[in-house]
């Protein structure tokens, strides 16, 4: 289920004086749909099936948003050759929205034993898998000639 309803990206870029640009990318869209299941055994013999538990909008994840932005300086070195200065920074307001979850929340537990580490009475369903990545920024350079 990826179903989001709505996404957007929207950039641009501004030329300033003395070989200096800006640009800036932001991006959103709707949290993905991560619906809870469990696994369960017909007894018809057609084996394991999964079902899904309530509505899938039900468990939808929050939105995702990133800005992302890029300064650069030209510097002239020759007739025919330019140096390029650029400094990136990606997910500027350093947002670590959860992408993913477990969804599975079949019962794996052995109802003779309590509960515990060796005897998980859910599956893995919440857990996270995948975040959102961390602010980064990039040095770069650029020799075009």
């Known amino acids: 289920f990826i ?3 709505w ?3 929207v950039s641009g870029l501004y ?6 640009s800006v640009a800036a990318n932001f991006f959103g869209r709707e949290g993905y749909l991560n619906p809870a299941f469990i696994a369960v055994d017909t007894g018809n013999g057609e084996g394991i099936r999964t079902v899904i538990l309530g509505s899938p909008e039900d468990y ?3 939105n995702v948003y990133q800005l992302d932005l890029r300064m650069e300086k030209v510097v002239p070195l020759f ?3 330019d140096l390029t200065l650029s400094v990136d920074v990606f997910n500027l307001i350093n947002n670590n929205t959860v992408l993913q979850r477990q969804g599975d929340a079949t019962n794996l537990a052995d109802t003779t034993k309590p509960c515990s580490a060796t005897n998980p ?4 369903y919440g857990q996270i ?3 959102q990545n961390a602010r980064a ?3 770069g350079a650029r020799l075009s000639f």
């Open 129 to 131: 898998a995948e975040v």
């Open 3 to 5: 179903n989001s309803h």
């Open 15 to 20: 030329q300033l004086p003395w070989n200096f």
């Open 79 to 81: 007739q025919k050759a």
């Open 7 to 9: 996404s957007f990206n």
């Open 60 to 62: 939808r994840l929050k």
């Open 137 to 139: 920024v990039r040095f």
């Open 121 to 124: 009475c859910t599956g893995t």
